[in-house]
């Protein structure tokens, strides 16, 4: 092993200096590590690496990467080979090296580069070994970091440590130097600050930034304070319920090569991506495949945090062996007090052998602490301390190493001490919402055991196997029994193979020339001809047409031998009886083995068989001199026969001849199916003679006469059969074919007839096919059961006829030569080893053998030929075997077909290819009994086989789902527990399943996943007999998902009451059982169209779970803003314009929603009711995030980013949330839901709406003092009346002047704004800064102080009500009136269209239709307007548009006269009183003056306190334009102590003709007289005299109000009114309406 040290010293990039900002991958031995990232196009990084080497045929890879805003990309690459490495213990200059910008991989490895690009990198490379440690301790320092690395990053195997041995080679390692190089003042707290300077644009500003867990995109560029992506399993210690693990997994980088953004994967600069274990398993622990390449190990190649800040020794195992893998890769070990006695052990001075057991449970990964100072990226100091003075380097490394691992791993010891749970050793915070995600592993990846699931035990199978080798039945037991049989077939064998038909001598015909006439031996036709009219055998001298020497007896000698003895040729016969002894010694001496069967099958002693051969030799050369016999023929009837007349019948009839006797039936006319019933006797004296059955059709006409004069046969020729005799025995109802007697011969249909045979010395002996029944049947049983143990024999043959061999080679030519002698057909034959085979259905091969068997059967009988029209169930009738036997035989087999198939699984297991087998010809025969029952037997409609082998799977299937769900623990223990000694004894009580767990329920999803994998693996490509109606692994899910969906249902609905398990772990349920569906049942026809029931099952456990998680995500959202606020609200790069807290929030909510989309619910409703729940997250989160914001908002404007940054971070916030809008399904999502979030986009458009107000009047104090300093310079300029056009351009430069001070204060914070709020928020900051520019101006320049005190407390009166006390704090302070020339009116104006441009600034800013319709504009506006209108004006102007100035204008009421008391008004709160008046209008109609009457009648219900005496009266005030000259006021005079006084008095007022009574009102006010002092108002009534002008005259009830009520509009010009100090009509009108009812004493 060797110490690679890599020094990444600079680069020079081809290209512009601010386009890069770059860092350097270093990957070897499937370790990487990173550097920091530097800016500009000659980066100087300086940092060094050191990496284990125990392989120097790889190389290192250099990889440089360029940050981006959210993907990194590859700058370009190097491969340096190892090989190639200088060694050395100092440093160099380093080389520069070309980027090139492609790999070339090799078996998965890169092996170089190509495509140069014109970018350099300075690399310092080389090896340095620890040469100056002695031997002995350099294996000490290198055995105890392994061990250590082995504990800090492997959790479910056990370390032996061999200190006799020589230190063994690693399979891949590699140290960390980087990182046990850390000076001791590093804080190593923050996961990812690692790579993030500052200046880095590291940190991501949107909120796809990162993919949840497990997602499997590329990963862009994270957050800091993002979570990094947890382990895929949930790590509490109980893995049982989890089988991911079955499978190994290879653990090489090339399967997780991340092309974007390598910085992801290690934050540290860690030279380890992937820590997999101490250097070397021990060679016990490597036998027993305790592998550590599990899938926990693997998934945490995810978790960058975590490996980068483990040791980066790692071990690579070669495959375990894939059956033993899955068998024990799945046990996991939490024993975590052994774990602290050996942790201690590992730190003693000399090694010993120990055991190190490391608790399942992997440390969290990345959690986020609440405090996290920046770390610096990791690289060695050369200016370390250190460990020893005298020390070499190399060795301060090991020992540094060892100490720093120690320490950490102390550290981590004492937090689990405490009870908590092992945190990763940079953690010091809480990090509950990363443990709350991790907990739910989404993406379940079960996966069945290779083997075959056995079900049962092997002692029961063979029980099972013994029990149920076929049907008992099949044998005709009776034939095993039946001495007497036995002994004839015993003699008959030996007679059938001492001299057999195949051996017979062929007779030896040549062409002969009859000098006389001669008949043939076998038509006996005459020989035509003049010459070579015939054949003649030279041997035995028979004589036949060429076209009869086929149909003779074939044994030439026999012939010889008859002819012969007949003849009295006495020496030629002794030949003769010589040449067949000798034959027969022959075949005794060449076929031995033939003879020995025969006596072993039928157990007859030695010396009995050697007298039996005798007897049988004798019996064969005594041939047919001593044997006779008689024959009952019956010829019954015949069917499809030829037609032969012209009318297209035939007329038929029969001849029957045996030896030379011959007879004939009579004619049946006209019928092609004749029925005869006639019978005939023959006497047979020539065992080797034959019954000749021919069929003719009689013909009278001449051409038939002419014919019999020259042929004996004048009648037309429709078919024949030859029957040998020898072949007769007992009797026999059978259909024979007719067959032809030439080629040209025309033949067709068959003949029954019933045979009836007594052979002398033989009467009593049962029929050659019974006896060959016992022959067959005791040859199999010897074969099978005495020779070989009860296993059938398959026997060898190839060919078309390889089904007509039954056994081996002798045994086949003893049946064979017996059914040849004796007649027995090969039909017969099959069905009788068919029945033998029944009998032994169940081993192995068999069904194969039978299936072919029976097939060919069914063909015999079943597949009409030209030549027959019998129907196949006839023929099946007439068969030897006995349609009542084979029938029954066929439905006992398929009932204990049907019952073995229910039970396939056991009896035809998966992990047998050979039983497979067995299981496809099963099916294959019951296919081929259904078809013997619908061709053969031509019934109706039997059982469809597939539908009999889908009723067998969904039995068999339900069996076993109760067996499993029975003993689902004792089965998953011993199926997929790795240690025998480790098996979890479950209590009896708790075998099933359980509300205080869910481990039954992932146990059982396992086990029903093994099941079906292995039906759609191993029965459905064996059952493919039918693939449109029978997949067994399309059965097989649907039944187990329709039988675990009852079940699991059903335990839902009760953990639902008791609710005993974590929320985490039902959703791990909820993901296991969705994948389940979505693996093997989603597709199936019967769910295909139909949404599933499980979401219902788990949707409460959801909806809990979505209720923590709000929780989780709150607690987040507090510490997110915490550490956002430490770091001062930073940008999280130049691009971005927010902080990271949005980004981790959104995060966080992404991953969470994550793990909700994952679950792929297919049930719209239940979507529904998650999105609305998870939306209410959303806004409670955002809200509360904007309400932590906007709490605090005010402190922080007087910074300088931070109240810019902050707002746009509620901006992203509304950018995020239209995003995830988006990604819950946008206009599909759920109307509530929707709405939730609709909802919440505007109250986050209010925060920001308030955030901006409150920024801008931050602002204020700056503006008020620059807008004032814009009165002092308005105040200086001069000229008075209307602008002449001459002095425009003075107007535009007292403009420009005027407004210097407020363009200098905009300049400089506009600027800034632009740079750093988000364009929206920007319109929104300038929206409300033009706002208080506006109204700012307003107050300050063009609206006048208030002078008079009474005229001060209205406008502040009306203001309070209308909410515009911000106007009025200065406005109030002033004491000069100055009021603005017509000029200075003109300046401001141009002022206005100056601020008005800035603010839009060409577009940038706000839009010009906004600042046009701007409320605050049009109001400054306004008053600039009235500003130069007369008294009068103004006065109308007021009363035009001031149309409810007491009590709303409601509540008066007109009657015709006073004396009609009005209904009581409507509308009227808290009326103070109420005066009566009477109103007379009258125009001069000359002058067109109006006179204005009015008369005072009383004033009622008067409301006033008082300790002196009341004396109240009426002041009526008319109030208009042009009155300057006219009389005003009346009052009336005062009553004592009356508080509903009467009046009576009149008044007249007269008014301008300028204007009409519209533009006039009446004021009334009730007061009580004081002397000496000012009176005091008791109320105050307004009528304005267009209410009275359609009436002309009327009595009015004024309700009395406290005081003058105005809008804007009225405010304004009142506050111009007020400052006109000369005007006596102005000062007048300000007075009235600023009047209040005065405070009551005693109140």
Request: glycine fraction near 4%; hydrophobic fraction near 35%; aromatic fraction near 8%.
């Amino acid at each position: 092993m060797s110490l690679l040290c890599v020094g990444v010293k600079k680069a020079k990039l081809d290209g512009p200096q601010e386009r890069y900002n770059t860092y350097v991958t270093l990957k070897v031995q499937n370790v990487k590590s990173t550097t920091i990232a530097v800016r500009g196009s000659q980066p100087c990084w300086e940092q060094d690496f050191m990496f284990e080497i125990n392989r120097l045929d790889l190389g290192l890879t250099v990889e440089v990467w360029n940050k981006g805003l959210i993907w990194d990309t590859m700058v370009g690459t190097v491969w340096i080979p190892l090989r190639g490495i200088r060694q050395s213990n100092e440093e160099g200059p380093g080389e520069w090296l070309t980027l090139d910008s492609e790999v070339i991989m090799t078996d998965n490895e890169i092996c170089g580069t190509k495509d140069p690009t014109f970018h350099r990198i300075l690399l310092d490379t080389r090896f340095e070994l620890p040469l100056d440690i002695p031997e002995e301790e350099a294996r000490y320092w290198a055995k105890k970091l392994e061990q250590l690395n082995a504990m800090r990053d492997h959790d479910d195997y056990a370390f032996q440590e061999e200190g006799e041995r020589p230190l063994p080679v690693p399979g891949s390692q590699c140290c960390n130097w980087s990182y046990f190089g850390w000076g001791e003042n590093q804080n190593n707290e923050d996961p990812d600050s690692a790579v993030d300077d500052r200046d880095s644009d590291y940190r991501s500003e949107t909120s796809n930034s990162i993919p949840p867990p497990y997602f499997t995109t590329s990963q862009p560029n994270a957050s800091v304070h993002q979570y990094s992506i947890s382990s895929r399993h949930q790590q509490n210690g109980s893995r049982d319920s989890c089988t991911d693990s079955i499978h190994s997994y290879e653990l090489d980088y090339s399967d997780h090569q991340r092309p974007i953004s390598p910085t992801g994967s290690s934050r540290y600069a860690s030279s380890a991506e992937l820590s997999q274990g101490s250097s070397q398993l021990s060679e016990d622990f490597d036998e027993d495949n305790e592998s550590p390449q599990g899938s926990d190990l693997d998934e945490e190649r995810d978790g960058d945090s975590y490996h980068s800040c483990h040791s980066s020794v790692s071990c690579q195992k070669e495959p375990v062996d894939s059956d033993k893998e899955d068998n024990e890769l799945l046990e996991g070990y939490s024993e975590t007090e052994e774990l602290q006695k050996k942790e201690v052990e590992i730190f003693e001075e000399k090694p010993k052998e120990e055991e190190i057991v490391v608790p399942d449970e992997a440390p969290p990964e990345a959690e986020i602490p609440s405090e996290q100072p920046e770390v610096k990226p990791v690289e060695i100091y050369r200016n370390e301390e250190e460990v020893h003075p005298n020390m070499s380097r190399a060795k301060a490394n090991w020992l540094r190493a060892f100490n720093k691992v120690r320490m950490q791993l102390q550290e981590a010891q004492l937090g689990e001490g405490a009870g908590d749970l092992p945190k990763p050793l940079w953690f010091k915070g809480g990090g509950a919402a990363v443990k709350f995600l991790r907990s739910i592993d989404s993406m379940p990846d079960i996966k069945p055991r290779r083997k075959s699931l056995p079900l049962v035990s092997d002692l029961a199978m063979s029980l099972v196997q013994s029990r149920k080798a076929g049907i008992t039945s099949a044998l005709a037991t009776r034939t095993l029994n039946d001495e007497e049989l036995k002994n004839h077939v015993y003699k008959k064998t030996l007679q059938a193979l001492i001299y057999p038909i195949s051996c017979t001598t062929p007779h030896n015909f040549e062409v002969w020339t009859a000098t006389t006439p001669t008949y043939c031996y076998e038509c006996e036709g005459l020989l035509w001809g003049i010459a070579r009219q015939g054949m003649r055998c030279t041997e035995c001298g028979v004589k036949c047409h060429e076209k009869c020497q086929d149909l003779l007896n074939a044994d030439c000698l026999q012939r010889a031998a008859e002819k012969s003895s007949k003849h009295g040729a006495e020496d030629r016969t002794q030949n003769i009886i010589m040449v067949l002894k000798d034959r027969m010694k022959i075949r005794e001496r060449n076929k031995p083995e033939i003879f020995e069967l025969i006596q072993e099958v039928f157990a007859l002693a030695k010396s009995g068989h050697v007298q039996q051969m005798k007897a049988v030799k004798q019996s064969v050369l005594d041939g047919t001199s001593k044997w006779s016999a008689k024959i009952n023929i019956t010829v019954v009837c015949a069917q499809g026969l030829q037609a032969k007349d012209k009318t297209g019948s035939s007329d038929p009839y029969v001849t029957v001849q045996v030896g030379k006797t011959k007879k004939r039936t009579k004619t049946i006319y006209g019928n092609l199916n004749p029925i005869w019933e006639e019978n005939f006797n023959f006497e047979c004296h020539n065992s080797s003679d034959r019954i000749k059955v021919r069929v003719w059709d009689e013909d009278d006409d001449i051409k038939s006469r002419v014919k019999q004069r020259f042929k004996r046969e004048s009648d037309d020729f429709l078919g024949q059969t030859i029957i040998e005799v020898r072949t007769l025995s007992g009797e026999m109802d059978v259909w024979y074919n007719l067959d032809k007697r030439t080629d040209k011969s025309a033949v067709s249909g068959a003949i029954r007839l019933h045979i009836s045979v007594e052979i002398k010395g033989e009467e009593k002996v049962a029929p050659y096919h019974v006896q060959y029944t016992c022959l067959h049947e005791n040859l199999f049983h010897f074969l099978t059961d005495i020779q070989n143990n009860g296993v059938v024999k398959i026997a060898d043959a190839k060919g078309d006829d390889a089904w007509k061999v039954y056994f081996d080679e002798t045994a086949q030519e003893i049946v064979d030569e017996f059914a040849m002698r004796f007649g027995v057909e090969s039909i017969y034959q099959a069905m009788t080893h068919f029945a033998c085979l029944s009998s032994k259905y169940m081993c192995p091969g068999v069904p194969a053998v039978m299936s072919t068997l029976l097939a060919n059967i069914n063909a015999y009988y079943a597949h009409t030929t030209a030549s027959t029209n019998v129907s196949a169930s006839d023929r099946f009738s007439a068969s030897n075997f006995g349609k009542e036997r084979f029938v029954k035989l066929l439905d006992q087999l398929h009932n204990s077909l049907r019952i073995d198939l229910s039970m396939y699984r056991n009896n035809f297991p998966a992990s047998s290819p050979e039983r497979l087998q067995d299981l496809k010809s099963t099916v294959d025969l019951l296919t081929s009994i259904t078809f013997f029952r619908m061709k053969v037997q031509e019934l109706q409609s039997p059982p469809r086989a597939s539908q009999v082998v889908k009723d067998c799977v969904k039995a068999c299937l339900n069996s076993t789902y109760e067996y499993i769900f029975n003993n689902c623990h004792e089965l998953y223990s011993r199926e997929y527990q790795t240690d025998p000694n480790k098996k979890a004894e479950v209590p009896p009580e708790e075998q099933g399943p359980s509300t205080r767990n869910l481990d039954f329920w992932s146990k059982l999803i396992t086990l029903i996943v093994s099941i079906i994998e292995e039906d759609k693996n191993s029965y459905t490509h064996c059952l493919n007999q039918f693939p449109q109606e029978l997949n067994v692994g399309k059965i097989s899910a649907e039944v187990m998902w329709n039988l675990f969906a009852q079940d699991m249902k059903y335990a839902m609905e009760e953990h639902e009451k008791q609710r005993l398990c974590k929320s985490a772990d039902y959703m791990n349920l909820h993901f296991k059982v969705k994948w389940l569906y979505n693996e093997y049942v989603k597709d199936l026809p019967a769910f295909k169209n139909s949404v599933p029931e499980y979401p219902a099952w788990f949707e409460p456990f959801v909806i809990q779970w979505l209720d923590e998680n709000e929780e989780v995500s709150r607690d987040f959202l507090h510490g997110a803003l915490e550490r956002d606020k430490k770091d001062g609200f930073q940008q999280t790069s130049e691009h971005a314009l927010f902080s990271c807290s949005v980004v981790d929030v959104f995060s966080q909510l992404n991953q969470s929603f994550e793990i909700i989309k994952k679950l792929e619910c297919p049930d719209p409703k239940i979507v529904g009711h998650y999105m609305r729940r998870f939306a209410k997250t959303i806004s409670n989160v955002l809200l509360q995030y904007s309400e932590i914001i906007a709490k605090d908002y005010a402190s922080y404007c007087s910074k300088e980013k931070v109240p810019c940054i902050l707002m746009n971070n509620i901006q992203q916030l509304r950018v995020q949330l239209e995003k995830m809008f988006e990604a819950m399904g946008g206009k599909d999502l759920n109307s509530e839901a929707s709405d939730i979030l609709k909802e919440l986009q505007i109250k986050l458009n209010n925060v920001l709406d308030d955030l901006s107000r409150v920024f801008a009047l931050s602002f204020q104090p700056h503006i008020e003092e620059c807008v004032k300093q814009m009165g002092d310079i308005l105040s200086q300029v001069k000229g008075t009346g209307n602008v002449p056009a001459s002095t425009c351009n003075s107007v535009a430069q007292d403009a420009d002047n005027v407004l210097q001070p407020l363009m200098d204060l905009l300049d400089s914070n506009l600027t800034l704004f632009a740079k750093i709020c988000e364009k929206t928020v920007l319109k929104r900051v300038l929206k409300e800064l033009w706002k208080i520019v506006m109204n700012t101006m307003e107050k300050t320049i063009v609206l006048p102080p208030l002078t008079d005190q009474t005229g001060t407390q209205l406008i502040f009166n009306a203001a309070k009500e209308l909410g515009q006390l911000s106007k009025l704090k200065d406005h109030m302070v002033r004491e000069e009136a100055k009021s603005l020339s017509p000029k200075q009116c003109a300046v401001v104006e141009l002022a206005l269209d100056t601020i008005k441009q800035y603010f839009h600034a060409g577009g940038v800013g706000l839009k010009k239709t906004f600042l046009e319709k701007s409320l605050d504009l049009q109001s400054l506006r306004y008053a600039l307007s009235l500003y130069t209108q007369a008294t009068d004006t103004l006065i109308k102007t007021f009363i035009q548009s001031q149309s409810s100035q007491v009590h709303g204008g409601k509540g008066i009421r007109f009657t015709h006269s006073e004396e009609v008391y009005p209904e009581k008004g409507s509308g009227v709160d808290d009326p103070v009183g109420e005066v009566s008046i009477h109103v007379e209008l009258f125009t001069h109609p000359g002058t067109g003056e109006h006179k204005i009457t009015v008369k005072v009648v009383a004033a009622n219900d008067l409301k006033w306190q008082t300790t002196g005496i009341f004396r109240p009266f009426v002041e009526v005030n008319m109030i208009g334009p042009h009155l300057s000259d006219k009389k005003r006021r009346f009052a009336t005079k005062s009553k004592n102590n009356s508080w509903a006084p009467k009046f009576n008095e009149a008044f007249q007022f007269t008014l301008s003709a300028e204007d009409g009574p519209e533009c006039y009102e009446i004021q009334i006010c009730v007061k009580d007289y004081c002397f000496a002092r000012e009176d005091r108002s008791v109320g105050i009534a307004v009528m304005q005299l267009r209410d009275i002008i359609q009436k002309g005259s009327c009595a009015c009830w004024l309700p009395l109000g406290r005081r003058i009520h105005m809008d804007e509009t009225g405010l304004t010009v009142l506050r111009i009114l007020s400052q006109r100090n000369n005007d006596e009509v102005a000062k007048e009108f300000v007075k009235l309406k600023s009047d209040i009812r005065s405070a009551e004493e005693g109140s």
